[in-house]
């Protein structure tokens, strides 16, 4: 089946540096890419709609310019925490979907951020 | 707006209880598809089942079973002699008809299976 992987897994940076995360879909092309957030305990928050060759589309109250996402290929998603803060700290999730057809999204097996 | 509420925040059982899992949504797309995410302890998603709104007919998977009721905007799911291994957050999720339509979850259910 469709795999989405995950780069890193987890990862702990200090406050004010930036971390990259990376999305990769292994056996299929993805024209748009999903970045969610999920704090402890709590459901999963779209961030934003990542699509190829274009800007990603934000969702409200989502810092465009703190969290920076590229989507450069058909495989590919970037998102970029910016000048990490502690607040940042959470668990990180892509999904994607197949370019072609109505198949359901894909997920990532996420990566656990912390910024101390 | 799509809205998705998963009213029972957490459910524990024990062993062999089956075990219901509600799903109430919100949308004004005529078409819409309708999932459910097993998230365990670990932390990946799991997908269980997706429904589109035109399809009606229950599903039963193994274990697992699925009541979409459309005039009451319902998609519930039940684990039927529920396991340790069953012990995670259910997820219910919403998507419109559009390509990439983004998706919505609700707040999720915490199975807790005792033995």
Not at chain 2, 58 to 80: A, L, P, V
Request: hydrophobic share 35%; with cysteine; charged share 20%.
């Amino acid at each position: 089946g469709a795999v989405v992987s995950q780069h890193p897994s987890w990862v702990i940076c200090k406050s004010g540096t930036s971390v990259k995360i990376e999305c990769r879909s292994l056996d299929f092309q993805a024209t748009t890419m999903f970045w969610y957030r999920q704090f402890p305990k709590q459901s999963l928050m779209l961030m934003a709609t990542s699509n190829e060759g274009s800007k990603a589309t934000y969702e409200q109250g989502v810092e465009k310019d703190k969290f920076l996402i590229n989507h450069a290929s058909l495989t590919l998603s970037t998102l970029t925490v910016t000048s990490a803060h502690p607040e940042d700290s959470s668990f990180y999730i892509c999904s994607a979907r197949e370019q072609f057809g109505n198949s359901p999204l894909h997920f990532g097996n996420g990566t656990r951020l912390t910024v101390t | 707006a799509q809205k998705v509420t998963q009213a029972q925040t957490e459910i524990s059982v024990v062993e062999k209880e089956d075990v219901t899992l509600d799903c109430v949504y919100e949308t004004r797309d005529t078409t819409y598809y309708l999932f459910w995410y097993k998230q365990p302890p670990s932390g990946e998603l799991v997908f269980l089942i997706r429904r589109n709104s035109f399809d009606e007919q229950n599903e039963i998977s193994g274990r697992y079973s699925w009541n979409f009721q459309k005039s009451t905007s319902s998609f519930n799911f039940t684990i039927t002699a529920s396991q340790v291994v069953d012990s995670a957050v259910y997820f219910c999720a919403l998507s419109g008809s559009a390509a990439g339509n983004k998706l919505t979850f609700g707040g999720g259910t915490r199975v807790l299976v005792k033995p």
